[in-house]
């Protein structure tokens, strides 16, 4: 087994701690990575505290990974030792189901398996990247440029992937009007996606205080969804809403400002259920829709098209020590706008 360490929650109730623990040995398709750093998703809060179903504890968050590849399995032909790679939320599925033949392999129904919280095809429980090393299955590492800041890099794996996909999925891009609910990881990265492709960018957030710096992130529109005036201004006029939110919400609040025939995306994943009245959604022919995530050619597509368009995510570097107070600053919209934890620290 090889030795590695990191920040663990014995049960939902506990804090993040310190904590010795053995992964696999590397099997012949395995690529072993010394992991350099790894952004701090709100799904790791949400698994840890039990939110969403009961996880498996003891638990190492962590799914936006980036780190060298220190040794490669005796068939590993996709990496070399001493190349950058880059894990996400995934680390294996079944290759083989329908799902996977379509690029979907996140939505494997015979046996994906999660970068934590999740059960290994070799029976072992999986630990995410709140670690100083992981073993992957190499189809599940992606490439990483030494172009790009690497720290900023690591947030592409979830908070890049999740809101790339869908807005491709639906060709969002010149002449359509998009909005993006809250600023936070997932929300930033929409924002530079979305101006990338060439649509209007509209900013939902309920922090005024993040008025001035999001003008950088390249948005064009900012609107305060607690100022009712501002809200009337944009009512019916966006053709896409991307919304990235944790936390409870109401979507009646914003089904309203789509344009008819408008699309509503949910890729934030608030524990209660919305409540959608029908005839909010008739009148107009409105469509509520989600994405999960994004399949392994789409997330290096997507890295790829990070290289191409300089785009990374803008961040604030943590010591792993300091995991909880993020955590506090996260769930006040706090952030921006992805905490990424500097692994060295763990040392
Ligand atoms: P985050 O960094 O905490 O950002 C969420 C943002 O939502 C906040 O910064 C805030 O922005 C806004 N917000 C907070 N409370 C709000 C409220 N009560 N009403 C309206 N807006 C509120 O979270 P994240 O890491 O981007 O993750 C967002 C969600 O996506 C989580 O639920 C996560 O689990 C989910 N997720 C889903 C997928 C997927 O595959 N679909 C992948 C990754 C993450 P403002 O200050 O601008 O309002």
Known sequence: MIQAKGYAAQSAETDLAPWNFERREIGPHDVLIEIAYCGVCHTDLHQIKNEWFPGVFPMVPGHEIVGKITQIGLHVKKFKTGDLGGVGVMVDS??????????????????????????????????????????VREEFVHHISDKLNLAGVAPLLCAGITTYSPLRKWKVGKGHKLAIVGLGGLGHMGVKFGVAFGAEVTILSTSESKREAAKALGAHHFVVTKNADELAAVKGTFDFILDT???????????????TNGTFITVGMPV????????????????????GAGGLAETQEMLDFCVEHDITSDIELIDIKDIHPAFERMVKGDVRYRFVIDMATLK
Do not use: R, W
């Open 94 to 135: 079944c290759m083989e189901c329908d799902d996977c033949k379509n690029h979907q392999e996140q939505f494997c129904q015979v046996s994906a398996v999660q970068t934590y919280n999740s059960t290994g095809h070799d029976g072992l429980p999986t630990y995410g990247g709140y670690s100083n090393n992981i073993i």
């Open 245 to 259: 939110v944790a936390a409870n919400h109401d979507i009646n609040l914003y089904l309203p400002l789509l344009h």
């Open 272 to 291: 209660e259920p919305f409540q959608v009245p029908s005839f909010s959604l008739s009148g107009g022919n409105k469509t509520v829709t989600g994405s």
